[in-house]
Structures are given as C-alpha cells and as structure tokens.
C-alpha cells in the first residue's frame, strides 16, 4: 500500500472505532515498545473521547520509563475485543504479536518496518526501507497536523524508537526523512538528556558481564564474532532474558567480522521452551536474514533472529555464517 493511501486509511479507521487496542511484538525492544506506547499517547491526547489501550502479555523492564501503563490480555473481559480497532507495531509476523487475543479484533492494521512476510492485518502499512517503526508513527503524527496532538510524553516514545532501532543513528536505513521525523519529534519539547540517561547507563553488575561477555568472544576461520551466553552466566551477573541478549551489541566493532551472533540459552520462562537457544544475528557490508530464515527466524536485511531447538544447531548456524561471510570477502577485500 502506498504510504498517502495507508496514512489515508488508517486515519479513517481511527476515526471510525471507538475502541483502540494497540500491541507490538513478542520481548519487547525499545522501537516495539517506542511505536505501540507512543501511537497510544498521540491517540489519547487526540481523541480524549475514545478507549485507547495498550495491551500485552509480556512487558519491558528496560523500557518501563517510557511510562505506558499496559493491560494484559486476560484483564479484558470476553466479547471486549469484537468491536475494537487493533494497530499492531514493528511485528512482521502474527506468531510475534504479544497479544494471543488479537484475532478477536474487529479490524487489524499493520504498521510495520520488517520484511513484508506476512499481511496479516486489514490494512497493512509496511516499509521495509525505513529505519524503525517509531519513525513511521512520526511520519503518521506529523501527516495530520489538524488532527492529531503529539504530547512531550508520546513524543519521546517515538523519539526513544528511533534511537534505540538506529543505534543512535548509525544504522543503514537512516537518511533524511529519519532525521525530518526525530526533528519533528523534538520540536514537542522532549527532555533527550533523561533518554539518554536511561536507555544508556549501566548498572556496574552488566559492565561486569559485558567483560565477561568479552572475554568468550570467539571467531570463526572467516571472521564471524560469537559468544555463547549460558543460564548459568545470565543467574550469574542476574540478568534477565532480554538484558542478557543484548550481548550481540558488544561484537559489533570487531574489524574484519562483519558477520556477530550471540547464542542465548533460554530459560523455562521462555516461551520456546528451556535448552533452546536464542540467536541474534548481525551485520555490516552483507545480509544476514537468509541465515536467520533457514532457521525458521526472520527479521531485517542485517539484523535478524531465530530460535535454535538446541545447542547441538549452533555449529551449523556458525557454518553457514562463516561460509557466506568467507564468499563475501572473497570478492569484497575492501570492506572491513
Ligand atoms: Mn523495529
């Protein structure tokens, strides 16, 4: 769908409901909870009128300051759902959406920045070239201006999406229009200092970690960085799930490795199941998605994931990373 004629339908369908539930994806990061928490806010201050909510069955720790109180899926009575207007955010697959009960809904869309792999939506508003889904949820506050109010509240959801999604505006997918839509943000009066303050200082417990986690980085024949992170180091430095995972970013300037995965065994509490294994793919000059889609995961051109059965799978994933990422350099000596 052309973005003039999805920003043109999902404001119809907006204005239309009464009811807005709003969910993102599954482990949630900060453009899932920055897109879905801000999309409510500028909602809410919107059409003071209307229900809107954000409702989801797993929650953030890291990203609670965003301050977007969310109902759960079971709070909601039977039948609740029938006459709402679901607008799901940066989830590129139905299987991802952190509402089992979102089928319920009377009307989905989709507004999403993955791969265009699924359209589950009634409307699906995808586009793969932007750098974050908060970006779009700019782009949507900023197409309406009679309409929509954007508050310093919801403005640094959005705000907090792009930056986290970008890696500080680094990443491919980062052009003008990123920057148009930050600028606009900021233009509401967020306080970047105190995101900044939040989304990047660390306890000394998760310094102790990221040397811990330095010190078992390991290279393939061809370059690709790795490190395998155990229960046993996640109970050890006492990080959950989603603070354990973020070990992928701390192999993400090795010269000469253009391909960085981390390997992190899941719990019981994970709904994959214990002894799986979460795997966080990255990459600079090559795309890694096709590894992660041999695996049954997805995600984008150079940040992608899957979830391995056990760790006997995590040879083979190394393989086939070395093996493209050797190819790569075959014909790309210049790149590092
Ligand atoms: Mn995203």
Known sequence: MERTDALKAIMEKILEYDKIVISRHIRPDGDAAGSSGGLCGLLRASFPDKTVIVCNSD???KMGFLSVPETSPGELPEGWFGDALAIVTDTATSDRISNPRISEAGFIIKIDHHI????????????????SCSEMIAIFASAFPDRLKLTPEAAACLYTGIVTDTGRFRHRGVDAETFGAAAFLLG?????????AELYLDDISFLKYKSAVYDSIELTPNGVAYVFIPLSMRDRFG????????????????RGSLIWIAFI?????DPAGAGTVRVRLRSRFLDIDAVAAKYGGGGHARAAGATLRDREEITDVLADADRLLGEFKSSNADLI
Not at 239 to 254: C, G, Y
Not at 265 to 269: L, T
């Open 59 to 61: 929650r953030s720790r």
């Open 116 to 131: 265009d792999t699924e359209r589950y939506g009634d409307i699906n508003w995808i586009e793969d070239g932007r750098a």
């Open 239 to 254: 990080l959950d799930a989603e603070s354990a995972s973020l070990a992928v970013s701390f192999l993400e300037s090795i």
């Open 265 to 269: 065994e899941n719990g019981s509490d």
């Open 188 to 196: 509401s009066g967020i306080d970047t200092e105190k995101i900044y």
